[in-house]
């Protein structure tokens, strides 16, 4: 049976041909490596893949993860593929996350308005978007069990020494863009935090054999 090629919204697909392999260090391949012969690993199982990003609070890193996971196992046309986030605790989705990935050709739309907001994210033209909102790693919307905890901040990796229901642990940590909130670069650096993350994602479900 021949699998159906999803079709990605057009300015996302413009971006990602525009992504920079070649600026990924040896170093930062190496830490991607383990998340690679995970999923290889899965995919010649035939089993499905779970991946939980985790950062402290839920409001960035995790999340652009997250999305950004989604939407290149849909452009490299890898199936079984399910991409959650997740805190040591909950507080919301920090509002520069939804702009920067709006402006990055997301279609975003807010489905509730509380202190902690949830958004659908929609990265392909008939795809179910990603529901992004801030919620703790063990929340009931996550999976319980075979499901990969990718650490992506240091403070959540070293306060979190064990993660209940997750088959492993990756560390592949990001420096943290809240730390230019309110500040001149704060658009700035939020895109080039987002563009690493798809950078490095992109690297990552490239090197997988279906």
């Known amino acids: ?5 999803i079709t990605l919204l057009p ?6 041909k525009e992504l920079n392999i070649e600026s990924i260090t ?7 490596q383990p998340l690679i012969d995970l999923i290889q690993d899965k995919i010649n199982d035939n089993q499905e893949i779970r991946l939980n990003f985790i950062c402290t609070h839920n409001s ?3 999340h652009l993860s997250q999305v950004w996971a989604q939407t290149m196992a849909a452009f490299f046309n890898i199936k079984n593929v ?4 997740g805190g040591t605790e909950a507080t919301g989705m920090f509002p520069i996350v939804s702009k920067t990935l709006q402006n990055q050709g997301f279609q975003i739309q807010k489905l509730s308005e509380t202190s902690n907001p949830v958004y659908a994210i929609k990265y392909a033209e008939n795809e179910h978007p990603v529901i ?18 990718i650490m992506t901040c240091s403070q959540a990796d070293a306060g ?6 997750a088959e492993k642990r990756i560390p592949i940590t990001f420096d943290d863009p809240k730390a230019f909130d309110n500040t001149p670069q704060q658009a700035e650096k939020y895109k080039e935090r987002s563009e690493q993350i798809a950078t490095e994602l992109f690297y990552v479900f490239s090197k997988i054999n279906k």
Do not use: V, W
């Open 82 to 85: 399910f991409c959650y986030s």
């Open 1 to 5: 049976m021949i699998k159906k090629q």
């Open 60 to 62: 960035r890193r995790s």
């Open 160 to 165: 979190c020494p064990f993660i209940a229901g």
């Open 11 to 16: 300015e996302i697909a413009d971006l990602i």
């Open 26 to 32: 040896a170093d930062r391949k190496k830490i991607l």
């Open 132 to 149: 992004g909102f801030s919620k703790s790693f063990e929340n009931s919307f996550n999976p319980t069990s075979h499901f990969t905890a």
